[in-house]
């Protein structure tokens, strides 16, 4: 596998585990207490930390890509073996 297609495959492993991270770990200002701004929606985060939501996202696309290319490498998972309708496709006997 060339660095050019391990480089786009973690950018979009970093994206998506970026985006599925986003929820967890958030506090509104009346779970953590804060008085709100005027105008300030509800569900507005109290303390944001895009730096350490970053880090996260990082660590764990780097992790998920590594297995992806020990996959690609080693042929541990294949189509043939996810393969869920075998038994609809084959010809009765």
């Given at each position: 596998?060339?660095?050019?297609?391990?480089?786009?495959?973690?950018?979009?492993?970093?994206?998506?585990?970026?985006?599925?991270?986003?929820?967890?770990?958030?506090?509104?200002?009346?779970?953590?207490?804060i008085p709100?701004?005027?105008?300030?929606?509800?569900?507005?985060?109290?303390?944001?930390?895009?730096?350490?939501?970053?880090?996260?996202?990082?660590?764990i696309a780097?992790?998920?890509?590594?297995?992806?290319i020990a996959?690609?490498?080693?042929?541990?998972?294949?189509?043939?073996?996810?393969?869920?309708?075998?038994?609809?496709?084959?010809?009765?006997?």
């Open positions: 596998m060339k660095i050019t297609s391990i480089v786009a495959i973690y950018a979009l492993v970093w994206v998506m585990t970026a985006f599925v991270m986003l929820p967890f770990g958030v506090k509104t200002h009346d779970e953590a207490g709100k701004v005027p105008g300030q929606a509800d569900s507005a985060p109290a303390n944001f930390q895009p730096g350490r939501h970053a880090l996260r996202a990082t660590i780097a992790f998920l890509t590594a297995l992806y996959n690609y490498t080693y042929g541990w998972v294949g189509a043939d073996t996810i393969n869920m309708f075998e038994d609809l496709l084959a010809e009765p006997s």
